[in-house]
């Protein structure tokens, strides 16, 4: 698992100081760079080597303006021969879950428009961030 903080803006809430439905879409995006620079170190465009093919996203309590920070925790759920599904959640500062979601991701070769395996060194970077009863999986994806 790995974990990340992410301080909440008053950009990411509503005229009620709740979360906006994104926000926790966004955060889980910044706490998958991770995952982003196992596959590209150096976070190169032009070495750039995934595509997301499926975002889904679980809302199971309020987030408040007032929570200032919430820890987005992450887990490798699936590893495929060129797939990857990367699954979050959100936490409030008491440990109380409050957003779930997943992505697949396609370990993709743009040149030639086409999934490729994914590399074995790459794949035992990922592997101590598997775990199977991480607290969300994709639709389909167990």
Known sequence: ???HMVNIRIFDTDMLGHCH???PAMWFEEARDAIFEIFNPE?????????????EM??????????????IRTWVSKLGKSSIH?????YLADGTCVARGGVAMVYFD????????IPEEIREKL???????????LSGGK
Not at 60 to 70: A, C, H, L, M, Y
Not at 86 to 90: E, K
Request: one cysteine or more.
């Open 110 to 117: 743009f040149k030639n428009q086409r999934p490729q395996p």
């Open 1 to 3: 698992m790995l974990s």
């Open 86 to 90: 990367v699954s979050h959640a959100a």
């Open 21 to 23: 439905h994104l926000a």
């Open 127 to 137: 592997i101590p961030h598997m775990d199977a009863d991480c607290p969300y999986h």
């Open 58 to 71: 679980d809302y199971v309590g309020q987030i408040q303006f007032t929570e200032r920070k919430i820890e």
């Open 43 to 55: 976070m190169s465009k032009e070495k750039w080597n995934l595509i997301l093919v499926r975002l």
